[in-house]
T-cell receptor, first 116, second 113 residues
Framework: AQKITQTQPGMFVQEKEAVTLDCTYD???????LFWYKQPSSGEMIFLIY??????QNATEGRYSLNFQKARKSANLVISASQLGDSAMYFC?????????????FGTGTLLAVQP | DAGITQSPRHKVTETGTPVTLRCHQT?????MYWYRQDPGHGLRLIHY???????DKGEVSDGYSVSRSKTEDFLLTLESATSSQTSVYFC????????????FGPGTRLTVT
């Protein structure tokens, strides 16, 4: 069965420093995709970044990058130059391949606190 | 941002009553999803739709039904609400084709007393 594991329930980082949020996944599919979403205290789910399993380069979106290590089945999110507004819950998710679903399977999240 | 709204945003209801949550999108996305979010579980898929009148079950569909009579609207119904259905409900949409990102609505906080 497909599964996403986020082992860090909570993390602290100093403002302006970089931080890595861990995500490992388990799947037997050859084609899949990995996502990161941000959920601030206001509750909305914000799409951050996507990596397809066949993408050769790591995905980047501004200060966000996804460190994709296929052999290790990891898809860590790196946030560079943390800002106070980055304080939020972060969810890693995997796209389940196939058919009409392409549903997302989510991890349990990591709560990031950025300290001034 | 797919222009997704959810209504109501908050609701308190009693055990045994029917409840309908509405998701409305303005971007003409083909796929729509209902998730629930509970502490320690992340988000879990309840039902999804791949077109008008085309729906199917997700991993936690018991006690829920859905309908999609128009592209822009996806309704989630709790036939007879139970306390275990107290949760935050999110609607999401996906444009389809080779685009896999799902965009989420603001959520509905439902409390069943």
């Amino acid at each position: 069965a497909q599964k996403i594991t986020q082992t860090q329930p909570g993390m602290f980082v100093q403002e302006k420093e970089a931080v890595t949020l861990d995500c490992t996944y388990d799947t037997s599919d050859q084609s899949y995709g990995l996502f990161w979403y941000k959920q601030p205290s206001s509750g909305e789910m914000i799409f951050l970044i996507y990596q397809g399993s066949y993408d050769e380069q790591n995905a980047t979106e501004g200060r966000y990058s996804l460190n994709f290590q296929k052999a290790r089945k990891s898809a860590n999110l790196v946030i560079s130059a943390s800002q106070l507004g980055d304080s939020a819950m972060y969810f890693c998710a995997m796209r389940e391949y196939g058919g009409a679903t392409n549903k997302l399977i989510f991890g349990t999240g990591t709560l990031l606190a950025v300290q001034p | 941002d797919a222009g997704i709204t959810q209504s109501p945003r908050h609701k308190v209801t009693e055990t045994g009553t029917p409840v309908t949550l509405r998701c409305h999108q303005t971007e003409n996305h083909r796929y729509m999803y209902w998730y629930r979010q509970d502490p320690g579980h992340g988000l879990r898929l309840i039902h999804y739709s791949y077109g008008v009148k085309d729906t199917d079950k997700g991993e936690v569909s018991d006690g829920y039904s859905v309908s999609r009579s128009k592209t822009e609207d996806f309704l989630l119904t709790l036939e007879s609400a139970t306390s275990s259905q107290t949760s935050v409900y999110f609607c999401a949409t996906r444009v389809g084709g080779g685009s896999y990102e799902q965009y989420f609505g603001p959520g509905t906080r439902l409390t069943v007393t």
